[in-house]
């Protein structure tokens, strides 16, 4: 009996023993994952994911001995900062926001995003001392070459003002005789993103306030931002716009569209030499986002603002919360030192950015991608921004931006009928808290066999709950009077006298089938190649010609009104998507194609516009 005893216990012993082995074997072995958030502009192909491979295969290591591994997740800024903050003070990821584990690092494009992180944690979830860049690009002013030096670029130096003064004067580009196209159109056409979602629209606009109190960020006081002379001069710039864009994308597809259809253009460096390497994306004739092909050698420059260029630096913040170890912020501190190593800074500069380190500046910033290495002579740096001014400074955007007089139309034919009537009255609700309530008007359309019910554009902040009320009854039946429904949004927004960007955001999933107004009665639709041709737009009908749809154009409105009316349209099931492009292109405005599962993500974006 001691004998099975003695011998158990022996086994029982080198079985512990094994296991015990076994998992520091496995301990030993598993790699300590570093998860790296970033903004997509270091995420293009040679950056940060050739990096990382790189890094994961030499077998870098801790102190320790366990290998280190990194893993990237692309993630836009805006997205980035409410997830972060969300996940330090609740615990839980957004909704929607970035994919994945809780980061170790965080790259917005911007240090201010995490100026925002910090305040609005109400600690420092990173320490924005000992941040270092990974590479770094400079916002300027996009234009086509002929445009620039038809305002004297690049003897003269040019900045935001004298692209104020070109939109104010009545007579726009007609000024300039000698030198202009008339393919450009009289009126000079201005693209900025949207500050709330996009790093360059915020850099601009912090910019904007530096320049009008006439201090560098780091001396701006909450009360400069609150002086109403300040407030005024921003929105000065803010006249200039058409309409806002979400992001980088729907810029994008403005510079595809030709110059008739956007002049200046405020992006970073590397967006630049992307366009002309052809490394981004476009919304494309069938409204789905695609590689876009490059753009024309020596078609477009930067100007480099006289007033001072902003910086963005992209950022590699290590972040303090509960679920980074001691040994997970060194091994993160590894992985940015060794993207700070002159292989790799060479490589980000291939890809169209400036070194994040003192290495010499060398590749792409040059003539031949429209920049100048010898330029900016004056940098405006976000980063010093105070976080109690930046935060009055975003806090101010739905005072200083363009107002907006928007109507809805919706379609709610039978066949939208279950989910996708379902996912559109979703889109709608969200919209309405996105869009900025204070200086928005937003109105309601809906059609089936006839135009069904309307509400005519009212203040936001009081009608928000209304209108929300309102979609959530819409129910599905009968035919599709587009066009008479998309006549009506027309009407009930070109109203007022106030200087307001006036959009009809039309919502369809299928063709027009009855109404007394065709397509072609309300734009302008020509074929590309100038030949004589029509389209009536209904279903079920096809060109006059012989044409196909996709060489069809939109060439401004037929309908006759007091305002400038832009007719912007998300199509989706069996929506015809060009349909939506003649009326966008005729008004100068976006169109997007949409799955029925997206559709209610495509319409919340859409209140970026505005």
Known sequence: MKRVTVVVGVLVVALVGAFAVRAAVTSHEDPLVIVHWSNSHPMRDGLLPQMAQQFNDAGHKTASGRRIEIKLVACDSAAQ???????????????????????????????????????????????????????????????????????????KELGYEDIIALRADPDGWKRYPKCAHAEWGQRPLLAFTNPQTSTTGRSVLISLYSIAAGKPPGQLTTADVEDRAVQDRVKAFQQLVDHYMPGTIP?????????????????????????????????????????????????????????????????????????????EAKAAQTWIDFLREDEQQRAFMKGGFRPGTSLALAGPISPKFGLDPTKPTKVIDPAELGPDVLAKIMGSWGVVKKPAIVTFVVDTSSS????????????????????????????????????????????????????????DKLSANGQTALYDAVRRGIEI????????????????DGEATTGELHLDDLVDVRCRNERQCQWSGMAGEAPTGGVSKQNLRGSGLKITTRHKVQIFFIGFGDADINVGRIMAEATGAEFRGSTNEDLAKAIEEFGAYF
Not at 449 to 460: A, C, E, I
């Open 493 to 508: 927004v070109d109203t007022g006298d106030e200087d307001a960007t006036r959009a009809v955001v039309v919502l369809s």
């Open 251 to 327: 810029l994008n597809t403005k510079i595809y569209q030709g110059p008739k259809y956007g002049h200046f253009f405020l992006m970073p460096e590397d967006n630049l030499v992307s366009l002309y390497k052809g490394n981004e994306k476009a919304v494309g004739i069938d409204g789905l986002e695609s590689e876009a092909k490059p753009i024309e050698p020596n078609s477009m420059v930067m100007i480099y603002p006289k007033e001072g260029s902003t910086v963005n630096s992209n950022p590699a913040g290590i972040v303090r919360a509960p679920w980074v170890s001691a040994d």
């Open 81 to 155: 900062a409410k997830d972060l903050v969300s996940r330090v003070k609740t615990g839980t990821p957004v909704d929607e926001g970035c994919e994945g584990s809780n980061p170790t690092i965080v790259t917005p494009q911007a240090d201010d995003w995490l100026v925002d992180v910090n305040h609005e944690a109400g600690r420092d979830v990173v320490d924005l001392g000992g941040t270092k860049s990974i590479a770094k690009t400079l916002v300027g002013i996009v234009t086509y070459r002929a445009m620039a030096e038809c305002l004297g670029w690049p003897a």
């Open 416 to 471: 939208m009928d279950g989910k996708k009537l379902e996912q559109a009255k979703k889109g709608l609700t969200r919209v309405l808290d996105t869009m900025q309530e204070e200086n928005n008007q937003v109105g309601l359309v809906t059609f089936s066999t006839t135009v069904n019910d309307t509400v005519v554009p009212v203040p936001l902040v009081a009608a928000k709950f209304d209108l929300a009320d309102r979609v």
